[in-house]
């Protein structure tokens, strides 16, 4: 079974530049979600896809963060404008209902 | 809103000593729980998961933990240590209500020689 895809896996940008994210699920689950994993942080939830569905997006900055999943399949994750302070690694993950999260490798972001 | 707490952002062990990494869940409700580990430069990956089924429950690698609902508690142990073991290790809930998956600030295990 093929895990959560995500691309790309590093970039670097200058702040104030836009950026985004693509994440791949698992195949036939319908729930996805993006962390934010800032260096020595847990992951912080920003949105939560249920199918082509927000469920939860209280924690998305949303004067400089949006995400979509239009087909209810993959995602996308955009950063614009971006500040220092986003420099973070980028997780999608996905599952089924009420079961474990699988999780994709990461991108790590770098805002110089 | 459901949530954990990790006492001890940083624990240090010698190899082949007891691991206890600690996780305290809020909930009046038993939720769901994980445990994560995570390698430098890696995502997240399951050690293993309390669905209300047995309260003790056994992972990957040797660890497991045990579910106690009189101290909301759910530990991750390992009774030898091994030098791979040394990750930073994440616990995180689920409602049984909702879907939302929240983590806590983790615990850097350190395993010395």
């Known amino acids: 079974e093929a895990g959560v895809a995500q691309s790309p896996r590093y970039k670097i940008i200058e702040k104030r530049q836009s950026v985004a994210f693509w994440c791949n699920p698992i195949s036939g689950h319908a729930t996805l979600y993006w962390y934010q994993q800032i260096l020595g942080q847990g992951p912080k939830l920003l949105i939560q896809f249920q199918n082509n569905g927000v469920v939860d997006d209280s924690q998305l900055p949303k004067d400089r963060f949006s995400a979509e999943r239009l087909k209810g399949v993959d995602s996308t994750l955009k950063i614009q404008p971006a500040k220092l302070e986003d420099s973070a690694v980028y997780l999608c993950?996905?599952?089924?209902?009420?079961?474990?999260?699988?999780f994709g490798q990461g991108t790590r972001l770098t805002v110089v | 809103a459901q949530s954990v707490t990790q006492l001890g952002s940083h624990v240090s062990v010698s190899e082949g000593a007891l691991v206890l990494l600690r996780c305290n869940y809020s909930?009046?409700?038993?939720?769901?729980l994980f445990w994560y580990v995570q390698y430098p430069n890696q995502g997240l990956q399951l050690l293993l998961k309390y669905t209300s089924a047995a309260t003790l429950v056994k992972g990957i690698n040797g660890f497991e933990a045990e579910f106690k609902k009189s101290e909301t508690s759910f530990h991750l142990t390992k009774p030898s240590a091994h030098m791979s073991d040394a990750a930073e290790y994440f616990c995180a809930v689920i409602s049984n209500t909702g879907n939302q998956f929240y983590f806590g600030t983790g615990t850097s295990l350190t395993v010395i020689p």
């Open positions: 909930s009046s409700v038993p939720p769901y």
């Open positions: 993950a996905s599952s089924l209902q009420n079961t474990e999260a699988f």
